[in-house]
Nanobody, 124 residues
């Protein structure tokens, strides 16, 4: 089973940027599509972005399209989420997860345990 560790969160002012990382263990990491999700206080976890195993396809939630960019480096077993033009409503704990099926990860169907996530707080 792939194990995931998220990092890179923090406190940032509106309009600022952050880069989140998702480090994966396991030799089969490169065969998985990766997804980023977030959960704000009192809300359900929601899909943010996904990237195919090769990195050739990426999908974004409408709320982050044009501001966030997902990428991956299979040689480093790591996926990234670049967050630009951050808004207070982006405040949440951000998680990554995997699925061998690209469509399924976009629907929140995951194939490994959720990690601790990384907190992103956007506030002045």
């Amino acid at each position: 089973q792939v194990q995931l560790v998220e990092s890179g969160g923090g406190l940032v002012q509106p309009g600022g940027s952050l880069r989140l990382s998702c480090a994966a263990s396991g030799r089969t990491y490169s065969t998985y599509s990766m997804g980023w999700f977030r959960q704000a206080p009192g809300k359900e976890r929601e899909f943010v972005a996904a990237i195919s195993w090769s990195g050739s396809r990426a999908t974004y939630a409408d709320s982050v399209k044009g501001r966030f960019t997902i990428s991956r480096d299979n040689a480093k077993n790591t996926a990234y989420l670049q967050l630009n033009s951050l808004k207070p409503e982006d405040t949440a704990v951000y998680y990554c997860n995997v699925n061998t099926d690209y469509s399924a990860i976009q629907r929140g169907i995951v194939q490994t345990s959720w990690g601790q996530g990384t907190q992103v707080t956007v506030s002045s």
